[in-house]
């Protein structure tokens, strides 16, 4: 294609994005990041996130919580590093590379190893279940496998628990 | 104000800063006296007198002229203002007070105020702190700033310089191109002339870019810093609180304060001052005595009330002391037994229990109440902060001497200076203060230190410890090029030593408290921010301390320690076995053997065994699936478990942590004291 050609074709398709009303998703779909924890693969829901970087430094903390990987800095503040694979129970072979930034107070940031892709699935897709090991809740449906959903809540609450934090009400802050 | 202009704009800074002179100046009068203050004040209320008429605040103006016509007698005389002059000074000085705090509370001028109505004298529950208390912290940060921008012009210069050189490249490589004008011997020359001057202009760079981070450092902690007020701010209200109190009691009474230069959040200042006003004026009216009381008991005429502020790790401790009578005990056991606050059946509360009566509230320490003092409000008052603050009271007394109350208070946010130290391949950094001296290791000396755990210092022999051991206790710690310094630090319980590779500097820093969900060992005390935006540990000397003393509080001895549980150690070589038997049990270890992995983890199911030592390479279950299988089992995962193979790589060491070893010991190094180092941190007592 001429680059004359090109340049009307983008014209076009520019003018066009205006003309058309926005388009409306046919069905409920869900946000998921697929990830690889531990060598697994698991999916995290991007709601539950505010938050995805590489390669941040973590300063490693003298801690008796294997999992708590350290701290690092984000904008100025100061958050603790909990490795995923860790608190899903498996060993950890190497030191993860992304942060994921959890919702919620107080900050907390999972670290896990790979991130796959981002994916946006029908939520016919997402199959519910409870999981004994309570830091799971169901799976997605995807092409190359079903991969279980990580319930980053439930992460927070396991997280909560291992550093025995016990929320203040705001006006004893 | 048509135009909507503020015509007090400036008047209102500049007043509030000269009302903090005189008021500051007038105590000083009344405490020294001394031609000096007489001078500086009728400067300040000079400069008040004119500020006011250009402005039209008639008002303050009078009363800044009445304020020089009392002090004008006393000028270049070295006589003390007499005490009604005194008073007179003390009432110009609130009257003037008020009034600019009556323009800042209005920023339009008042319409209908009758100019004689005498104003309030302000009553200060608690201490605003004065924003122009920053000026001499912004006026650093700007130097700061201008020192960082002059590290610019190298840069720059620099920058020319790379242009030239670059241009040269270009020439030169034009030269060879065509091969005209020149001779591979000059081209040559030309070549190296231009690496040597690339070479030297690097290295200016280098250097400029690293004055430049430490500039930087510099002024993100004073801008950091400027978040915090100095303690100081609050004294002059409290040098006033006292003043008055003695005056209206007919007392002398000198106020002395210490440690006006610890910072800290506004936030907490604000409510610990407020407390601490009424502290002192119940020392004035109920701790220190009449004047002829104190004569006859051999105490000074003029009594002493004092004000300490005092960082302490992380933590702020308040005091406030005086000289007089202390507590009347028998007094405050009267009035418990009388409202009855005593369990009945008991005995008479000792003096502990009593003061501990009076912290919690419902009875004063005063026999009478007054006009100041004596409801019981200034220990409520300090309840009140305590508990807002997360902090704890105490309170002592000793008849006749005086009494004390002290707050300690957790610090959100706290200045100081800190020592970088490098250790195992991490940076932190020791509060400054607390270091004694820093002394340079031979690589022997190290050795010695860390087989002995001690370190000759001052004449006398110091613990010590390797800090990577306190900084990676439970993990493996990295490689690194071993210890390079000592740095002598003071604890609670004395002097100890910690090992560091490297000293790094000093740098200005603000640390901040750990976040709530990392939860760390004592030896980290807070956390600070590095110039890249990372994290950097803040270590707690008193943390470190009780690390060094083998992880016992301070002051507990051996004898009280609990005794560990027998070890179990894994090994196929029967050499290794008995080494490892003889090393532990003349530490005082029980020790149990085991040969296999399996028969490992059939002796650890019927024993409990406070730490497994295994090795690595054995036949069936090697030690990382011993180590795997412990973890995995409920009943054992608790017991710490130490890997010890003549494997040393890092992926091994890397493998050993995945699989949950608390520690990784390398044949090769093996090093006794290292090990038990190790087992001593990590093995369960009974």
């Keep these: ?173 | 104000m048509a135009e909507g202009k503020d015509p007090l704009r400036y008047f209102r800074i500049e007043a509030r800063e000269l009302v903090d002179q005189i008021s500051a100046g007038v105590l000083d009068l009344d405490q020294g006296g001394g031609p000096e203050p007489v001078a500086r004040l009728l400067r300040v209320a000079h400069t008040l007198k004119g500020a006011a008429r250009v402005v039209r605040q008639k008002e303050i103006a009078d009363r800044a002229h009445a304020f020089e016509e009392v002090l004008i007698p006393y000028r270049g005389v070295d006589v003390p203002p007499a005490a009604d002059a005194m008073r007179e000074l003390l009432r110009l000085n609130d009257e003037i007070a008020a009034r600019v705090a009556e323009l800042e509370d209005r920023p339009k001028p008042p319409v209908a105020s009758g100019p004689d109505e005498p104003a309030p004298a302000p009553a200060p529950a608690e201490v605003v702190v004065n924003p122009r208390a920053v000026t001499a912290d912004l006026d650093e940060l700007l130097d700061a700033v201008g020192e960082t921008t002059a590290r610019m012009a190298p840069l720059r210069a620099g920058c020319a310089t790379l242009e030239r050189l670059h241009r040269a490249a270009e020439t030169l490589a034009d030269q060879l191109r065509t091969g005209r004008g020149t001779t591979p011997a000059t081209a040559r020359s030309a070549a190296e002339r231009l690496a040597g001057k690339l070479g030297s202009a690097g290295r200016r760079f280098t250097d400029a870019v690293d004055q430049m981070q430490r500039e930087l450092d510099e002024v993100r902690a004073r801008a950091e810093s400027l978040r915090l007020v100095p303690a100081g701010s609050m004294f002059t209200a409290m040098r006033r609180a006292v003043r008055d109190a003695a005056d209206a009691e007919g007392k002398r009474v000198r106020f002395e304060a210490r440690g006006a230069g610890v910072r800290m959040g506004a936030h907490l200042l604000g409510p610990v001052s407020g407390a601490f006003l009424h502290l002192v004026r119940n020392a004035v009216v109920h701790g220190i005595e009449p004047e002829p009381q104190r004569l006859s008991a051999g105490k000074p005429a003029e009594g002493t009330v004092t004000v300490e502020v005092e960082r302490r790790g992380r933590h702020a401790a308040f005091r406030c002391l005086d000289d007089g009578r202390g507590f009347d005990l028998d007094a405050l056991r009267d009035t418990a037994r009388d409202r009855g606050l005593l369990p009945s059946g008991a005995g008479p509360p000792d003096d502990a229990g009593l003061l501990d009566l009076v912290l919690r509230g419902g009875i004063s320490t005063s026999p009478s109440v007054t006009e100041v003092a004596g409801r019981g409000i200034g220990m409520d008052a300090v309840r009140e902060v305590a508990a807002r603050l997360h902090g704890d009271v105490r309170v002592s007394s000793t008849p006749g001497a005086g009494a004390r109350v002290e707050l300690v208070i957790p610090l959100a946010l706290l200045s100081m200076t800190g020592l970088n130290v490098e250790s195992a391949g991490m940076t932190s950094t020791l509060p400054l203060d607390a270091v004694r001296a820093c002394v340079r290791l031979s690589a022997q000396d190290a050795t010695t230190a860390a087989v002995t755990g001690r370190i000759v210092y001052d004449g006398g022999a110091a613990p010590f410890l390797p800090l990577a051991e306190a900084l990676y206790a439970g993990t493996p710690v990295p490689e690194s090029t071993g210890v390079g310094a000592a740095v002598v630090v003071k604890g609670e319980a004395g002097l100890f030593a910690i090992g560091v590779d490297r000293l790094a500097g000093t740098s200005a820093l603000v640390a901040r408290p750990l976040p709530d969900l990392a939860r760390a060992s004592p030896v980290v005390g807070s956390v600070t921010v590095d110039a890249e935006g990372n994290p950097r540990l803040v270590l707690d000397p008193d943390g470190l301390a009780a690390e060094v003393a083998g992880g016992r509080p301070a002051g507990a001895g051996p004898a009280a320690a609990v005794a560990p549980l027998p070890i179990l150690v894994v090994d196929d070589s029967l050499t290794t076995r008995m080494l490892e038997r003889s090393i532990l049990e003349s530490a005082g270890y029980e020790v149990d053997l085991a040969a296999s992995g399996e028969e490992a983890l059939e002796m650890a199911r019927a024993r409990r065994y406070g730490l497994f030592l295994t090795d690595i390479d054995m036949p069936g279950i090697d030690g990382f699936t011993f180590v795997e299988r412990t973890r995995a089992d409920p009943r054992l995962a608790g017991v710490p478990a130490i890997l010890v193979s003549s494997r040393a790589g890092a992926a091994d060491r890397e493998r050993g942590r995945a699989a949950g070893a608390d520690a990784y010991v390398a044949k090769g190094e093996f090093d006794q004291e290292r090990l038990l180092g190790h087992i001593r941190r990590l093995v369960v007592r009974s």
């Design chain 1, 1 to 173: 294609m001429t680059v004359a050609g090109r340049v009307t074709r983008l014209r076009e398709e520019f003018d066009r994005s205006f003309a058309e009303p926005a388009r409306v998703l046919e069905c409920e779909t869900v946000e998921l990041l697929a990830v690889g924890a531990g060598d697994r693969p698991y999916a995290l829901r991007l709601t539950e996130a505010s938050g995805v970087h590489p390669d941040r430094p973590v300063t490693p903390l003298p801690t008796s919580i294997r999992a708590l990987l350290g701290v690092a800095g984000f904008a100025g503040a100061v958050i603790p590093v909990y490795d995923l694979a860790a608190l899903l129970g498996h060993p950890v072979p190497r030191r993860p590379r992304w942060l994921l930034l959890a919702k919620g107070t107080p900050p907390l940031a999972l670290a896990f190893h790979e991130l796959d892709r981002h994916l946006r699935v029908p939520l016919a897709d997402v199959v519910d279940g409870a999981d004994p090991r309570g830091c799971l809740r169901g799976m997605v449906r995807l092409p190359d496998g079903h991969r279980p959903i990580v319930d980053v809540p439930a992460v927070r609450e396991l997280v909560h628990r291992l550093a025995g934090y016990r929320s203040v009400p705001e006006e004893a802050r």
